[in-house]
């Protein structure tokens, strides 16, 4: 195995990913990386050979890793990526900052972020898959997204270059964001935090939150997004597809369509990747059977199958 450089921050060599995925499940990374500031990010990933894969991963509330794990060395941010300030209407957060901190700080100082408070991400997965939610998108506000190379380069990106679509951004392959600026409109303070608590009502009364889940498990066929491009039009919803192929409920090992939002796939206890993986394929061929539709996975899938 290649010698990889000695970092400041934690290096830990074939470390389980399932405890850092909200699904629960997924097989060991070659290693898992840690950074304790940007320096020591750059410098690591300057002196990392070029032939070592590298995938920076969030809170992995849109993952499935695979149980055979994943050949590269996984990059997860932490406390050194995780200050939010607020000046004005400018919000400006870490990486590693979850969604739902930056939205209260905002609200806090009267900006309007409130659609961040109910994605569980962190800014790295929300900027990645322009998170968005109640029809504002994290292409609506973002305004520089910073981000290190695979080169150990620091370089700052606005959202043209970032050219976002629904679910979805061109970070640079390989390239770790290690802080977002975000402009919000003024709210009062009192309002914003009702708005959020309400959201937040709602999608215990809608979605299996109390589950372990990876938010949506398909993208919506065809609903209206906010990024303003002609193909960003998603009026039918994947759910209603789902319940028209009869899957709502269906199970397959420890991994389950929700009964309560049949879009959402949920591990019951021991589901493994292939499980929830294998279910959500069968879920796409009965769609297809029924209604010709071919449903695409919103939930990234990444790793190897475990081979026996
Ligand atoms: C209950 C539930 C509800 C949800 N509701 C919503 C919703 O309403 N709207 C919505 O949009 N999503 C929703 N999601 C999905 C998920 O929370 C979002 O996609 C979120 O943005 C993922 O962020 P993360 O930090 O968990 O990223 P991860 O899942 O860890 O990673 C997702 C992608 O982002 C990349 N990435 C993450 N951090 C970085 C970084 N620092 N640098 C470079 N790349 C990075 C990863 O490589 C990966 O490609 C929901 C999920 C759950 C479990």
Request: aromatic share 6%; with cysteine.
């Amino acid at each position: 195995m290649t010698a990889l450089p000695s970092p400041r921050g934690k290096l830990t060599e074939n470390r389980n990913l399932n405890d850092l995925t909200w699904l629960r499940v997924g097989g060991p990374a070659d290693y898992l990386f840690q950074p304790a500031d940007i320096e020591d990010l750059q410098t690591f990933l300057r002196d990392l050979p070029t032939e070592v894969p590298v995938f920076p991963m969030g809170v992995g509330s849109n993952l499935i890793v695979r149980d055979g794990g994943l050949r590269a060395v996984v990059i997860r941010l932490g406390r050194g990526f995780n200050s939010i300030s607020v000046e004005g209407n400018t919000v400006t957060a870490g990486a590693s900052a979850l969604d739902a901190h930056v939205a209260r700080k905002a609200a806090d100082g009267g900006v309007d972020l409130t659609f961040l408070r109910t994605i569980p991400g962190s800014v790295g997965g929300a900027v990645r898959m322009n998170a968005g939610c109640y029809g504002s998108y994290t292409a609506d506000v973002l305004r520089k997204a910073t981000i290190v190379t695979r080169q150990g380069e620091v370089v700052d990106l606005t959202t043209e270059d970032l050219n976002f679509r629904y679910r979805q951004s061109d970070l640079p392959e390989s390239a770790v964001l290690v802080s977002a600026t975000f402009e919000g409109p003024s709210g009062d303070p009192d309002e914003l935090h009702a708005r959020m608590a309400a959201q937040l009502k709602k999608r215990d009364e809608t979605q299996p939150t109390k589950d372990r889940s990876a938010g949506s498990t398909f993208r919506n066929p065809a609903g209206f997004s906010s990024t303003g491009r002609e193909d960003d039009v998603h009026d039918l919803k994947a759910w209603k597809v789902i319940d028209d192929a009869g899957m709502r409920g269906a199970t397959r090992g420890g991994a389950q369509m929700s009964p309560k939002h049949s879009n959402f796939l949920i591990n019951t206890g021991d589901a493994s990747a292939a499980d929830l993986e294998g279910l959500g394929e069968e879920v796409r061929k009965k769609v297809y059977e029924t209604s010709g539709i071919t449903l695409e996975w919103e939930i990234m899938r990444v790793g190897d199958p475990l081979t026996e």
